[in-house]
């Protein structure tokens, strides 16, 4: 299977400094493409600041993931209350990425979503998909052609 260069990544980012140190760190790993919230296309990663409306803000994700609008959801928060956590992970939040940003630990849950991406790729099953032996008992029996007139007929 072949996997798209890039996978595009969405940000909801509201304060100033975080948006910055965040993008430089998604634009440096090289393999992620942020793209602008209004373009059309449909985003790998959603990355959302919560804010003072934290149940609105959840409402909003749980809504984006049960839609199908993303695969998956990172926070990130000035405030690391627990209730909060737990309610993010029960609507399916991925990753929680604590305020100030560290680098660091936006590469790892970059690569953690990226090794997921690549192995949900790799782990599907063939959707329509049927192998058929042609086997001849010896040479120049025609197996061959019996073989190739099968797959041109299917």
Do not use: H
């Amino acid at each position: 299977m072949i996997m798209k260069t890039k996978c595009l990544i969405k940000t909801a980012i509201k304060t100033q400094n975080v948006n910055k140190k965040l993008s430089q760190t998604i634009n440096a790993a090289g393999v992620f493409e942020i793209i602008d919230i209004r373009d059309s296309r449909k985003p790998d990663l959603s990355i959302y600041e919560l804010g003072e409306n934290f149940k609105k803000d959840m409402e909003v994700i749980q809504s984006l993931l049960a839609e199908g609008q993303v695969k998956e959801v990172f926070l990130t928060a000035a405030s690391e209350d627990p209730w909060i956590l737990r309610q993010a992970m029960r609507i399916g939040v991925k990753e929680f990425v604590s305020q100030p940003i560290s680098e660091n630990e936006v590469r790892q849950a970059l690569a953690g979503f990226r090794k997921r991406q690549i192995e949900s790729v790799e782990c599907r099953p063939p959707k329509n998909g049927k192998i058929i032996s042609v086997f001849g008992s010896k040479g120049g029996v025609g197996a061959t052609t019996v073989a190739v007139n099968l797959a041109v007929s299917m």
